[in-house]
């Protein structure tokens, strides 16, 4: 394979002068920032053949055009490395963070310029170009249902009819497919692929776009789900976007709203698909990060939206909305997480990306499941209560694990640490790691921690000192 390095040298006539590795969070291409006294340039390996060739073509197509993309400077015979222009380090989304109101600013100028590259961009494209398919059919919407379902709800333990939501699925895709939006759809139109460069936004990793309905891509943008917008602030963006879509697609507001609206909850499914299978599969940080905030917008577009024509669906993303963990608040307070669980249904997810922290195994204690009695009962009902502190197991048990926990929560308070976490387990995550939790979550909040309990099979959630 031609090295980055090599294409470097036969396109500027030296070998540059330092080469360093770009860190990607969800791609498997490798970026390289290859540099010399006088010009800067990205330098990219790819495995996928296809999948480069679409991004040269587009790239191609795009810049001649006189949209703001990177030129293609320079292919390796093989198609398997190319150099770029650099647009810098600074993204939209790491501008939201740092200056939000030039973000927004910014934000809005992306969105005039979507539609020129969604329709100018798109009117003499070649989609047969590209990967992995030339438009969004019936087949690849149904490849992001799937990638939700398998991926983010069935880990989830929600339990849902299969049927009813294949019927559901097969609604969102008859209102997914409206052949009268259709353009070039961008697919990944969201802040992390946009480069602030010279103050103006550029556009980067087009490369999975194909035909499709352009208010997707206005969907994916402006419910991102850690780029922070308020309610007030999305609105803005929809009568932004909305405004700017005349020229190319003249439409009355209420045609733009009942289009965008089934674009949004696909958008929001098929992220969470990949949260869930960069994040609770790959053990990938920044996607178990993003899960408590693609959450939030869930539970945000849910109460703002009536969705009973997906009968089964919509009640499964509200009890997904329950089960899962707020986001952690941003007060740089310790939050303590302490869950109840079954080993059968594995380790509860660490959603601060730390790696978790200490794990209590109760299946040692005397169980009363084992007794008919107590098996309808949890570990939150006093008959239970009564058996487990009279037989007295649990009570040594909990002694030593409220000394471990007191030491560590004392420990992370002090050196300003914002999370930790403590999870109990048993065979069923029923009475003995039920009662536990309780026990624990109880013992620190009277310390005064701010204490976020999960009991996650009986889906019971409470929060102390908040």
Request: hydrophobic share 35%.
């Amino acid at each position: 394979m031609t090295t980055p390095e090599i294409l470097f040298e036969q396109c500027f006539g030296h070998r540059p002068e330092s080469v360093t590795l770009i860190a990607n969070s969800g791609s498997n291409r490798q970026y390289y920032r290859l540099q010399d006294g006088e010009r800067s340039v990205i330098g990219v390996i790819g495995n996928q053949l296809a999948e480069n060739k679409a991004f040269i073509y587009l790239a191609g197509h795009f810049f001649r055009k006189n949209i703001a993309v990177p030129r293609v400077l320079k292919v390796s015979e093989d198609f398997f490395s190319y150099l770029t222009d650099d647009f810098g380090d600074t993204s939209l989304f790491a501008l939201l963070t740092s200056d939000h109101t030039k973000a927004l600013q910014l934000a809005h100028q992306t969105l005039q310029t979507l539609p020129r590259i969604q329709f100018e961009g798109g009117s003499d494209l070649d989609f047969s170009q590209c990967f992995p398919v030339a438009e969004m059919d019936r087949r690849s919407i149904f490849w992001d249902l799937n990638y939700f379902k398998y991926d983010f709800l069935k880990p989830s333990g929600i339990e849902f009819d299969e049927v009813g939501l294949e019927d559901d699925f097969e609604s969102l895709c008859r209102q997914l497919q409206q052949p009268e939006w259709s353009a070039f759809m961008y697919r990944d139109f969201q802040s992390r692929n946009i480069m602030i460069y010279n103050d103006l936004p550029c556009f980067i990793d087009f490369q999975g776009g194909r035909k499709g309905p352009c208010l997707y891509d206005a969907a994916s943008f402006i419910y991102q789900a850690k780029a922070g917008f308020t309610q007030q602030e999305k609105a803005d963006l929809e009568t932004t976007y909305f405004n700017a879509l005349q020229t190319s697609r003249p439409c009355s507001r209420d045609e733009y709203r009942r289009a965008l609206t089934p674009m949004i909850l696909f958008r929001l499914l098929q992220t969470l698909g990949a949260y869930g299978f960069r994040g609770l599969i790959e053990h990938k940080a920044h996607f178990v990060q993003s899960i408590p905030p693609a959450i939030r917008q869930l539970s945000g577009f849910l109460a703002d939206n009536d969705l009973n024509g997906y009968p089964t669906l919509w009640p499964a993303l509200r009890q997904m909305c329950d089960r899962f963990p707020a986001p952690e608040t941003e007060d740089g307070r310790l939050t303590i997480d302490v869950f109840s669980f079954s080993y059968k249904k594995g380790l509860p997810t660490d959603y601060s990306g730390n790696g978790g922290g200490y794990v209590f195994d109760c299946r040692a204690v005397h169980n009363p499941g084992r007794y008919e009695q107590y098996k309808a009962l949890t570990g939150l009902d006093a008959p239970v209560k009564e058996f487990l502190e009279k037989d007295g197991e649990i009570l040594t048990f909990l002694e030593h694990a409220c000394a471990l926990a007191d030491a560590s929560a004392s420990k992370y308070a002090r050196r300003g640490f914002t999370h930790l976490q403590f999870g109990f387990g048993c065979t069923g995550g029923r009475h003995r790691s039920v009662y536990s939790a309780q026990h624990l979550a109880e013992h620190l909040a009277r310390q005064g921690f701010r204490v976020r309990l999960t009991h996650r099979e009986q889906n019971i959630q409470q929060l102390f000192n908040a």
